[in-house]
């Protein structure tokens, strides 16, 4: 079995003895190397490949934020953890921005062993090495045109209440996704699992939200996509709007939260590799296939959760969407009642064309006994949400009924 190969970064020589003695136990699983500032961690990146880089915050000349920033451009397949004390809230960001996951200074060495080990396993069987360079490289997702302005002036004002904070923030994938992550560590004060954007900005604080879109690296356009790209953006989005709302009426009330971050969060590898495109010159990514140069959109997508820490029955219920489910008479879970809902958005205008249907899994679905239990006509309501999704996209999001036509 490989060790895993780590490295640590803190610019006071007594923190890196603490860790020394605190891991010992970890030699035989663990090549460990150690370095006092953030340029000796970039020579021996150049020298010797990592898998881990775990780094102080709060450092003299190049701080950790900047180093992690540098290593997701010139290593990214290595995963970043950023360690923290007492930082201000905006310093705190830029990290949270640069890193996937976030220690506390104060941390034990079980919580230090545990988010290491979790970050040298990758979840992609079969793409391994190059799912993890394509999800380590991203730090932010691509948002739709305008919609970046709309939110910030949204989220900007002094008398916002957190419901309508969370209705704004929860209609931008890549804005859910950061939230989760940030309000998932212990760092930001998380005490328990968070699954759904209000409960992660309660968490956080409505200022801490407010902060992070001002920060400008979270949400952004990218005029340089050509409009093919911006269309097919939309369809994903508005398919995974439609599946969230659809979803939140089929999944348990304990389950529901899961339920509709996943549906959210379902087709985030194509946003991870609309990114990559992106800054790769690509400007017309063909967001209809199912991989971005070989590696499947749907490990892209599941090892960038996996790597931003969020709650496992997320990632599973996204890595598993486009398998059959037969749940049990006692309850459909997370993952079917995702996969219900998406099949039945599939049978609507905010269908995912890059997607398959399945008339007989979802007839099967239909007929749980969750489902059956309420008085609900699930096809209608199906395509009750796929025009409230298709209304959004219009309105919020800044496109014009010309392109929504088309897409039609």
Known sequence: ???????????????????????????????????????????????????????????PGMDGAELLTRVSERHPGVARVVVS???????????????????????EADSIVAVIDQLAFMTSTTHRVEARRLAGAVRALPTLPGHADRLTALLGSAAIELSTAARAAARDVGLTAKLLQLSNSAVFGARARVASVENAI???????????????????SSPQWGP????????????AMA?????????????????????????????????????????????????????PYRDVGVELLHLW???????VAVAERDLPQRPPASGLGVTA??????????????RDPGARTAAEELAELLAHPQLTAQPVDWRRAAEEASARAGEWLIGDMGLNRADEKKRA
């Open 202 to 220: 309660g968490v956080l604080g409505l200022p801490t939200l407010q902060a992070l879109v001002d920060t400008g690296q979270l949400l952004w």
């Open 243 to 295: 599946t969230t709302e659809l979803v939140g009426l089929m999944a348990s009330p304990a389950n529901r939260p899961y339920a509709q971050a996943a549906a959210s969060l379902q087709d985030v590898g194509r946003f991870v590799c609309l990114a990559a495109a992106g800054s790769g010159g690509n400007p017309d990514l063909d967001l209809a296939a199912a991989d971005f140069r070989g590696v």
């Open 337 to 350: 009642a995702v996969r219900a809902a998406h099949l039945l958005i599939q049978q609507t205008e905010a």
């Open 228 to 239: 093919a790209v911006v269309r097919e953006l939309g369809v994903v989005w508005r398919h």
């Open 1 to 59: 079995m490989t060790r895993a190969r780590v490295l640590f970064v803190d610019d006071e020589p007594r923190i890196l003895d603490g860790l020394r003695r605190s891991l010992h136990g970890k030699r035989g699983d663990w090549d460990m190397a150690f370095v006092t500032s953030g340029a000796e961690a970039l020579d021996l990146l150049a020298e010797s490949p990592r898998d881990v880089v775990v780094s102080d915050l709060r450092m």
């Open 85 to 107: 004390g007492d930082a201000e809230r905006e310093e705190a960001l830029r990290g949270a921005v640069a890193g996937h996951r976030f220690l506390a200074k104060s941390a």
């Open 309 to 315: 820490g969020l709650p496992y029955p997320i990632v």
